[in-house]
Nanobody
Framework: QVQLVESGGGLVQAGGSLRLSCAAS????????MGWFRQAPGKEREFVAA?????VYADSVKGRFTISRDNAKNTVHLQMNSLKPEDTAVYVC????????????????WGQGTQVTVSS
């Protein structure tokens, strides 16, 4: 099975930046759609971004977040700029082969998540 491990979360002030990373192992990384989701306390899991060859973003993060992948290193990144307090959540990396990038059911493997906290 695919194992996913996230890193790069932390505490940052509003307007700041963080770069999250997700390292994959176990199966061929390049064949998977890679996505980022987030979940805040009391909220349902929310789609953030995904990449196959194309990239797709939630409207709430367009222009601020960038997803990228390095197939040689089996790693996907999420560069987060101009962070807002409402971005505070646990960010989770996911891998799948479904064309339905924006929903949790489209993914087969999930990481443990990394906490991102944005203060005002």
């Amino acid at each position: 099975q695919v194992q996913l491990v996230e890193s790069g979360g932390g505490l940052v002030q509003a307007g700041g930046s963080l770069r999250l990373s997700c390292a994959a192992s176990g199966r061929t990384f390049s064949n998977y759609v890679m996505g980022w989701f987030r979940q805040a306390p009391g909220k349902e899991r929310e789609f953030v971004a995904a990449t196959s060859g194309n990239t797709v973003y939630a409207d709430s993060v367009k222009g601020r977040f960038t997803i990228s992948r390095d197939n040689a290193k089996n790693t996907v990144h999420l560069q987060m700029n101009s962070l807002k307090p409402e971005d505070t959540a646990v960010y989770v990396c996911a891998a799948g082969r479904s064309p339905f990038y924006r929903v949790s059911a489209g993914y087969d493997y999930w990481g443990q998540g990394t906490q991102v906290t944005v203060s005002s």
